[in-house]
């Protein structure tokens, strides 16, 4: 911490490190993550959910076909 190379860090450092008890493992983080009900991946998993439901049909010439939204994998 008192190093000069890290002295730009300092701040950094030491929020992590009084903050250190605050922290869970990254599988727990992760599913924290999922499990959220608000914030930008909840409104990816809105929006995927609502997406998934289009189907989108196509007429080119004498040729149809269906499509619909694959659900994004994260």
């Keep these: 911490m ?4 890290l002295a ?4 950094y450092l030491e929020l992590i490190r009084t903050h250190r ?3 869970l493992s990254e599988p727990e983080e992760k ?9 930008k991946k909840a ?13 989108n049909r196509l007429k080119i010439g004498e040729m149809r076909k269906t499509l619909r939204k694959a659900k994004s994998r994260q």
């Design 43 to 55: 409104l990816l998993n809105l929006y995927d959910e609502f997406a998934s439901s289009f189907i």
């Design 31 to 39: 599913m924290l993550t999922l499990k959220e009900l608000t914030g």
């Design 8 to 11: 730009n860090y300092s701040h």
């Design 21 to 23: 008890v605050h922290m």
């Design 2 to 5: 008192n190093s000069t190379e």
